[in-house]
């Protein structure tokens, strides 16, 4: 029982020990390593190891912390993963998220058994622990040195790492099921399966449409109430599912996706607000699990841990991936890359809490070399992924965004809509002035980001190759401007080198105008201005 007298210390402690997390961020960046590394490395020296000296020896708690804070993780993440963006991906990345864990978890138990002398079931145990990847550390590796990746790698990638967790989750718990009680059939273990995935998977459609009408329903008297009412949805979407069977973290990151694919009242407010809770899970989780090891005992399995590591890195993984995509459209230099990229995160420390909390014999051991393994993983695939990327040619500069400084919300009552429209260097409106787009009534252009500034266009602006428009309209005018957008001009194509520099772009807008202002009137030129 903590006494009065202690509770301030606690607060202190929990205080800088987020500090001290979101301050070591910065560290990961420059080092090009993942941030779980950074945020687990802050846990073990504050734990009983290490100069912090805080005991905390409760797999239990640990247990709870993670699987909270996973359900917002993921729900994060699924408002992040545009569908737009991943759908063409989407068959592939499914047969990753599901048939490819599977692989993974089946190669690696039959390879933990026979090195650990483990039965077959408890060698699939660990197997099923760590099958699941973690592409965010990917990403963060990638932003930190400017780059990204080509084609439909990296949709591919972040819907993945988004869906596998549950499939993991549920090879773990079936699996630990049959080692704890032998009298468990495989078939129960299959049809399981099928209810609970396909369960998680429409629960999180309902909750996800469900919410959406009640956000553009409901008013609230205070905007500070949406966010709370966010949080509810994330613990009645996987409490729900949990009670019924089905999965719910399926259904939370499905919930996630259908609230970004829709248009919903205080959208980015709310974003914004799941991305600060996601980083504070993570903080939360990491650093719990860090506190949970005792690094004194992993030399004890350094051996063990290296060899899976070892083989999960260079043969499950590329298999599962090699043998899926065998008929897709990737090129091998892409899917040698999917291989690469598997590297483990924090769902593998969690799931190895469940063993402990059921009492296995062999569970500290599990969790030790889980444990190992996902530092190996982060650390080797981590450090090594930048050049892989570049032997393969599958990299290229990241594109940096700067944020616009002004935002639009979709609220009740307002018709008008906000839209970003890329300017591709092959349509037909590159060397147009805004005056000359011949734009739908009642579409304003708001601004044009170019480069690394923000344009207040005028009717005499010159519109450029790669330029974005910011444009304010009604949802179909919108849909009109942005076909105008997307028309190609004739003799031109994506390989044309874009305007380049003021007095060229300029220039190719004094052709066009004069070319215009015979057949638009005198209007024109009071309209340019």
């Known amino acids: 029982m903590l006494s009065s007298a202690a509770t301030p210390y606690i607060v202190f402690s929990i205080g800088f020990l987020i500090m ?67 759908k063409g991906v989407a068959w592939h990345a499914a047969a990753l998220a599901t048939l490819g864990v599977g692989i993974s978890a089946a190669l690696v138990g039959i390879f933990a058994s026979y090195i ?12 099923s622990i760590i099958s699941s990847t973690d592409a965010a550390a990917v990403f ?17 990638l972040e819907f993945e790492s988004g869906s596998n967790d549950p499939m993991a989750v549920f090879l773990t718990l079936g699996v630990l099921g049959v080692v704890m009680d032998s009298s468990q059939k495989p078939l129960w273990l299959l049809l399981s ?51 019924l069977h089905a999965n719910g973290f399926l259904a939370v990151y499905v919930a996630g996706i259908v609230l970004s694919s829709n248009d919903i009242h205080l959208k980015r407010y709310l974003m914004k607000f799941h991305d600060g809770i996601g980083w504070l899970m993570q903080i939360l989780l990491f650093v719990t699990l860090g506190l949970l090891v005792y690094p004194s005992q992993l030399p004890s399995v350094l051996l063990p841990a290296v060899l899976i590591a070892t083989f999960l890195m260079f043969v499950a993984r590329p298999v599962a991936v090699y043998s899926l995509m065998i008929r897709s459209r990737f090129t091998m230099a892409e899917r040698t890359l999917v291989a690469w990229t598997g590297l483990r995160g924090a769902v593998p420390i969690v799931l190895a809490t469940f063993p402990l909390l059921a009492g296995h014999p062999k569970s500290n051991m599990i969790f030790d070399i889980v444990f190992f393994v996902v530092l190996l993983s982060a650390l080797l695939q981590g450090k090594s992924l930048m050049m892989v990327a570049r032997w393969l040619g599958v990299d290229e500069p990241l594109v940096d965004r700067p944020q616009s ?21 092959s349509s037909a409106i590159v060397g147009k002035r805004v005056f000359q787009l011949g734009l739908p009534p009642g579409v304003l252009i708001v601004m044009i980001r170019r480069d690394h500034s923000f ?33 190609q001009a004739p003799h031109r194509s994506d390989d044309q080198d874009p305007p380049s ?28 201005v």
């Not at 945020?39 to 640990?62: C, K, Q, R, T, Y």
């Not at 963060?140 to 591919?156: E, H, I, Y």
Request: aromatic residues 8%.
């Open 20 to 86: 001290v997390a979101v301050l070591a961020n910065r560290i990961s960046g420059r080092l090009g390593i993942p941030t779980l590394l950074v945020f687990i490395a802050v846990g073990m020296l504050a734990g009983s190891d290490g100069p912090g000296g805080i005991e905390f020896d409760n797999p239990a708690v640990a247990n709870l912390i993670g699987v909270f804070a996973l359900a917002y993780i993921l729900f994060s993440g699924g408002l992040d993963t545009k569908w737009s963006k991943v």
């Open 116 to 127: 650990l002398d483990f039965t077959i079931w408890e060698g699939l145990l660990v197997g």
């Open 140 to 156: 963060a590796v990638l932003r930190s040195r400017g780059v990204s990746l080509k084609g439909d790698v990296a949709p591919l």
């Open 193 to 243: 399966f099928v209810f609970s995935m396909t369960g998680g998977l429409a629960l999180g459609l309902a909750f996800g449409f469900l919410t959406s009408f009640i956000l553009n329903r409901l008013r609230l008297e205070y905007e500070g109430l949406y966010p709370v009412l966010s949080i509810s949805v994330v613990l009645l979407t996987y409490g729900s599912c949990e009670i």
């Open 405 to 425: 400084p002004i935002e639009f919300e979709h609220r009740e009552g307002v018709g008008s809509e906000a839209r970003e429209i890329d300017v591709p260097p």
């Open 455 to 487: 344009i207040v266009p005028r009717g005499d602006t010159c519109v450029r190759a790669y330029d974005t428009l910011h444009i304010l309209g009604e949802k179909s005018a919108l849909a009109i401007s942005e076909a105008l957008v997307e028309q």
């Open 501 to 528: 520099g003021s007095s060229s772009g300029d220039a190719e807008c004094e052709r066009a105008v004069q070319q215009a202002l015979p057949m638009i009137g005198s209007d024109a030129s009071a309209n340019a």
